[in-house]
């Protein structure tokens, strides 16, 4: 196979002008790749190909179904689109849902997992709710954090036992979800109490969490959870050491380190529309648009201009904001114009910009023109969905998690095709 790369007006562009489709795999930037996951590439989107598969009619850039789910893990990337779920990236684990433990470099569909309503992506493992409710993992599973009652690592959606789920987040090493009735369950890991249930001891099932209020959100990061009720408040559990809880004093401690095993509230925090936590911080949009952070912040990842961890919500001052996302240990949001802003680590240019690639503890614009609706943010990468449906992804791209075809680094956002 011989590839080039040809950059037009800010996009990406593969040109495959051989493909082999009868090969096992083929080389490309050093690794082996299944051929048939080489795509000719032209135009791109978050959230899933179309009905048609790779390649079909339709494409984001040229007014195709809308993309309505869009989630990144650590080095791995998800999108729905017209109900269809498209993953790339690192495949170590499974997590990429295809049978084949094969980096994908460019968006493939994950046909097993049926019509897919919502996806989320964790350190290793992935989780969907189908339309019709059921609940699916797949992926990493040494912790049961895929729900089946295994520890078994599955490389294609495996049902999550119990009952069917509203909502799903998939972490480090658990999992929740919420049940149409607004209860919170969780399963996987439960070291330091991120079950909510009370104790320490795992779970290879969804187990019910103590979170006393009727819940619309739920929200997991590397070893903590957070849930967010009907009427805007917060309530988070699990390991609390560098202040990811949001409360500024009374956790125990869970294998030496601060912790709460049942959920508690976040410290005077009102009015909450949507929550997100990364590896050891936390993040809130209220209604009227404000963000808040809260936790490790060494990286600045809070946006408050410091790198001083924050045990209590702190205000990232200038920035009203309508979509937040948080990775490992960097911060995007959507202001209230459309303009992409991302902060803290910039290792691998996963904020999006040209610079010195020095971590910022204030929000840099991303550079990308137009209007953006949806954002998500991984270990060293992150995406963008831009009005019309173009999707755009920007960072370190080992594994191909950027989506463009290539294993190169992408420190300005470029154009995702199939």
């Not at 004093?249 to 959920?263: D, I, M, R, Y």
Request: with cysteine; glycine share 18%; charged share 15%.
């Amino acid at each position: 196979m011989r590839a080039t790369v040809a950059p037009v007006l800010g996009e990406i562009r593969v040109h495959v002008a051989w493909l082999f489709v009868t090969a096992t795999c083929i080389t490309f930037a050093g690794a082996c790749f299944f051929a048939d996951n080489f795509r000719k590439v032209d135009a791109l989107a978050s959230g899933g190909a179309s009905a048609g598969g790779a390649g079909g009619s339709g494409g984001p850039g040229g007014g195709g179904a809308a993309v309505t789910g869009l989630a990144l893990g650590n080095e791995h990337s998800c999108a729905i689109r017209a109900g269809t779920l498209s993953c790339w990236g690192s495949n170590q684990y499974g997590q990429l849902g295809d049978k084949a433990k094969i980096a994908k470099l460019v968006p493939t569909n994950v046909a097993a997992a049926g019509k897919v309503a919502l996806v989320s992506a964790g350190k290793g493992h992935t989780c969907a709710r189908r339309d019709n409710g059921e609940s699916l993992c797949w992926g990493y599973n040494i912790d049961g954090e895929l729900g089946d009652g295994t520890t078994t690592e599955k490389d294609t959606p495996t049902l999550v036992s119990g009952m069917p789920l509203a909502r799903i987040a998939a972490g480090g090493s658990h999992s929740c979800g919420v049940t149409t009735d607004g209860t919170v369950y969780c399963w996987g890991n439960n070291q330091f109490g991120q079950l909510g249930n009370g104790g320490v001891k795992g779970s290879l099932i969804p187990t019910a969490g103590a979170v006393p209020s009727t819940v619309v959100e739920v929200a997991v990061g590397e070893s903590h959870s957070c849930a967010r009720d009907t009427d805007g408040g917060v309530t988070c559990w699990g390991l609390n050491d560098q202040g990811q809880l949001g409360v500024s004093t009374g956790t125990e401690t869970c294998s030496g380190l601060a912790c709460s095993k049942n959920p508690v509230a976040v410290f005077n925090l009102v009015k909450a529309a949507e929550v997100a936590l990364g590896d050891y911080h936390s993040c809130a949009r209220t209604n009227d648009g404000k963000l808040f952070c809260w936790g490790a912040n060494v990286f600045g990842q809070l946006g408050d201009g410091s790198y001083s961890d924050r045990k209590t919500p702190t205000l990232v001052d200038g920035l009203l904001v309508t979509k937040i996302a948080v990775g490992r240990i960097h911060t995007c949001a959507i202001r209230d114009d459309g303009a992409p802003y991302c902060w803290g680590d910039a290792d691998g240019g996963k904020l999006g910009s040209i610079g010195d690639g020095k971590a910022k503890s204030k929000p840099q614009p991303v550079t990308a023109a137009g209007k953006f609706t949806n954002i998500a943010a991984g270990g060293n990468h992150t995406c963008a969905l831009q009005e019309g449906n173009t999707l755009f992804c920007w960072g370190k791209n080992g594994n191909g998690e950027v989506g463009d075809g290539s294993t190169d680094t992408r420190k300005v956002p470029v154009k995702i095709s199939w």
